[in-house]
């Protein structure tokens, strides 16, 4: 995968540094041409000279050479790669990029940047825990740089756990794994629904739930990263997101509108996710005028709302593939597995109430899958740009078995 790639491996300022010889060594013998770019931290951790051996290349670490008076093109270094790699990427990098500051040669070059860009977090214990640290990965997501996860170890401060950058040979297996997956989604057509609905009540009151619709959003840009054409159809979310180019968004307000535009798209589409939390009931009349304090109590008729997702279970084809959610407070695994059956689903994603920082509203989340067969695959807490990457992937093993 990396034969005749163009990489520019960006060092900043941590004692992982020296991993980044071991990284160059792997990136040539795979068959990539890299070029080293520097922070002036970085330096004083390894050697420009080793990297510059290694690399068979100059080492930028200045936007100006005092002694020949050069200047280090930083536009043309970036449009040069076809990745950037971070490694490693020093929670102040990280949150220097995060916030688009251009202290250094290494910043102005991620800023010029057109390719993908990778980052391998590295640093200590608590640093690695803090909440600034997660809020700067969150915001590199949303922009689009992959992160590479840092692994459990003995740290510099002597400490345990979770922080050391990846090792170089899992840097280079991640960069690899994307680079396949990259279009292994080309020419399919994808239906994504996110986000809540809203049933109107009066002219200025709904009912609604707190869903964001961040994971059904992360699921889309996934898929349309990996090269498929994406209908997703968002409902009334004040979340604001980055979308990729290949996404093509429908607003939707009621749960009969998300089932008119899914029903509508689902026939032209591979593929079905249904990530949205729809209202299981609506008011059964909207008034048209505010309803008025008039009296002690106020009783709401609800009728039930279609269930796009057991409407869209019953016309899909076999060459057709649904996924949906189940959101369970009690008997978790026996009521997502029932709801795979009664919908005709092909996988259920069953999202985790109990533990902290998954669902509504967070940035992580932490799910299990159960396919057809039965088997159930739990994973980690991650971001939910990194699970909708574990959902994608699972999905891709059904279709492929
Ligand atoms: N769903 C839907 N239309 C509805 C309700 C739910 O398409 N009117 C979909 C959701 O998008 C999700 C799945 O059904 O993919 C499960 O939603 P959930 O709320 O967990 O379950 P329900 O089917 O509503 O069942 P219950 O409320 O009894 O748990």
Redesign the pocket.
């Known amino acids: 995968m990396l034969n005749k790639k163009k990489i520019l491996l960006g060092v900043s300022g941590g004692i992982a540094a020296y991993k980044t010889a071991q990284l160059i060594r792997n990136f040539t013998k795979a068959g990539a041409e890299v070029r080293v770019v520097m922070t002036p931290a970085a330096t004083s951790f390894i050697g420009p000279l080793t990297l510059s051996t290694l690399s068979k290349n100059k080492v930028h670490t200045q936007f100006f050479d005092k002694e020949s008076g050069e200047w280090s093109n930083h536009v043309e270094l970036a449009l040069w790669a076809d990745l950037v790699v971070i490694a490693p990427a020093t929670s102040n990098t990280l949150a220097e990029m995060a916030n688009g500051l251009c202290s250094n040669l290494l910043l102005a070059t991620y800023l010029s940047a057109k390719s993908e860009v990778y980052v391998a977090p590295a640093m200590d214990l608590d640093m690695a825990h803090h909440p600034s640290l997660l809020r700067n990965l969150e915001q590199l997501e949303r922009d689009g740089v992959q992160i590479i996860p840092s692994e459990e170890g003995e740290l510099a401060s002597g400490l345990v756990g979770k922080g050391r950058m990846a090792e170089p040979e899992h840097i280079q297996s991640f960069i690899e794994n994307r680079l396949k997956q990259q279009q292994d989604f080309t020419g399919k057509t994808i239906l994504v629904?996110a986000g809540p609905t809203h049933e109107p009540i009066d002219p200025v009151r709904f009912i609604g739930n707190r869903s964001t619709g961040k994971m059904g959003v992360a699921i889309a840009n996934e898929f349309a990263t990996r090269g498929a054409s994406v209908h997703l159809v968002l409902g009334p979310t004040s979340h604001s997101f980055t979308f990729h180019p290949n996404v093509e968004i429908t607003r939707i307000e009621t749960?009969h509108d998300?089932?008119s535009a899914?029903a509508k798209t689902f026939p032209l589409c591979d593929v079905a996710v249904?990530?949205?939390?729809?209202?299981?009931f609506t008011p059964e009349t909207k008034s048209d005028k505010k309803i008025k304090k008039t009296s002690n109590s106020l009783v709401l008729d609800l009728v039930?709302?279609?269930?796009?997702?057991?409407?869209?279970g019953k016309i899909k084809k076999n060459n057709q593939y649904l996924v949906?959610?189940?959101?369970?407070t009690d008997n978790e695994l026996e009521?997502a597995k029932g709801?795979l059956s009664r919908?005709n689903l092909d996988l259920i994603v069953l999202n985790s109430l109990q533990h902290k920082g998954a669902g509504f509203g967070h940035d992580t989340n932490k799910v299990s899958t159960i396919d057809k067969s039965g088997e159930i695959c739990t994973f980690d807490l991650k971001s939910k740009t990194q699970v909708a990457r574990d959902i994608v992937n699972k999905l891709k093993e059904i279709i492929t078995k």
């Not at 249904?274 to 299981?280: K, M, N, R």
């Not at 039930?304 to 057991?310: F, G, V």
């Open positions: 629904n749960a998300m089932y899914c249904l990530s949205a939390a729809v209202a299981d039930k709302t279609p269930d796009t997702l057991a409407e869209l949906g959610f189940a959101l369970e009521n709801k919908k």
